[in-house]
């Protein structure tokens, strides 16, 4: 499903959604001038297609103890693509890694990982980077402020 494939009511359904994803059916139904049937269905579409990927709740990382963000961007020794699976396996299974993107420029990969203090952080350090022959190298940035977290997508009106 593209944006092309989008009417008016599937882009108030999904702005509804990225707000609250717990928003009640009747609520979704009267902004969108829709019947509560006509939400179900189309939710189940929009899910089935790959529009609506997952639903998730947003959990603070300091309540949950994880008061420390970084950014960390990894050069490779190779980038075969085996080598870039394994990695992308080795971040998708850390927990302590919430995004890896697979990036043009300097580096090869850029990751945002989370610690609940410096010692933590090296330990995370040695599991990923350390104990990996085809890292050849990372750079760390300390996040001073989570001034802007998302993951909603911009919509057309």
């Known amino acids: 499903m593209t944006d092309t494939d989008l009417d008016p009511s599937d882009l108030i359904i999904l702005r509804m959604l990225q707000d609250n994803a717990r928003e009640k059916l009747e609520t979704i ?10 939400v179900q269905r189309r939710l189940k579409r929009l899910r089935d297609s790959g529009t609506i990927t997952t639903e998730t709740a947003h959990i603070s990382p300091d309540a949950a103890g994880y008061p420390m963000t970084f950014l960390i961007l ?3 020794e190779r980038e075969r693509v085996d080598q870039l699976d394994a990695f992308r396996r080795k971040a998708r299974d850390e927990p302590q890694i919430q995004q890896c993107y697979y990036i043009t ?5 850029a990751l945002i990982a989370l610690a ?8 995370l350090s040695q599991r990923v980077f350390f104990d990996d022959p085809n890292i050849k190298r990372f750079r760390t940035s300390v996040v001073m ?3 802007k977290v998302g993951q909603t997508v911009p919509l057309p009106d």
């Open 105 to 109: 420029g300097e580096a090869d990969f």
């Open 29 to 38: 139904a009267a902004e969108s001038g829709l019947s509560v049937a006509t």
């Open 145 to 147: 402020d989570r001034t």
């Open 74 to 76: 990894v050069e490779l």
């Open 116 to 123: 609940r203090d410096m010692k933590d952080f090296e330990a």
